[in-house]
């Protein structure tokens, strides 16, 4: 009788296609029907690059959590997806609970195995790396909120500007922000 010693990168890798597509599901279920819909069944990249950026962001953090790699990768596949849900109507909450799902996804596919082969140290390993690109997550989605209103606030300023010309209330331009 030979013992078959495991790790959690080659059980991840053997199950990649079914978590990529049980997590691309949660995601989705944080948007409503007909907006999921779409962004579930067009993967056309030029008329449906939130679905585009989605998808091919979330393989590219799940190929680097496989690949160990640093975190500056997957940052910039974070960055990607955060930039789409920061301009859409989601709270900090729900715009980076995609990447708690992950945990979700993995602790499912992997429930048998990460006990029958004592794999509790190396789970807990990985949700800490999670734990930590989320916390820089909420750092990313801040400040593209932040610039959403930087930009909210200086066309809120430019049309004042522009009706108070209208009227003849002002001649001069508005100073720059």
């Not at 010693?5 to 944080?30: G, M, N, Q, V, Y």
């Not at 779409?38 to 679905?51: E, H, R």
Request: charged share 30%; glycine share 4%; aromatic share 8%.
């Amino acid at each position: 009788m030979s013992i078959v010693k495991t790790d959690l990168i080659s059980l991840l890798s053997a199950k990649r296609p079914d978590i990529l597509k049980k997590w691309l599901d949660e995601i989705l279920h944080t948007y409503p029907s007909e907006t999921a819909a779409f962004l579930k069944t067009d993967k056309d990249p030029f008329s449906n690059p939130p679905g585009h950026v989605i998808r091919s962001g979330i393989e590219g953090i799940f190929n680097n959590l496989l690949g160990g790699a640093d975190d500056k990768e997957a940052l910039q596949f974070l960055d990607n997806i955060i930039r789409v849900r920061a301009i859409q109507d989601f709270t900090a909450s729900q715009a980076l609970s995609f990447i708690f799902s992950l945990k979700k996804v993995i602790r499912g596919e992997l429930k048998d195995e990460i006990d029958a082969y004592g794999l509790q140290a190396e789970l807990s390993i990985l949700e800490d790396r999670l734990d930590s690109l989320s916390l820089v997550s909420f750092d990313i989605f801040m400040k593209c909120r932040e610039t959403l209103y930087e930009l909210r606030a200086k066309e809120v300023k430019n049309m004042t500007f522009k009706l108070l010309q209208k009227a003849k209330l002002i001649t001069e331009a508005p100073e720059q922000i």
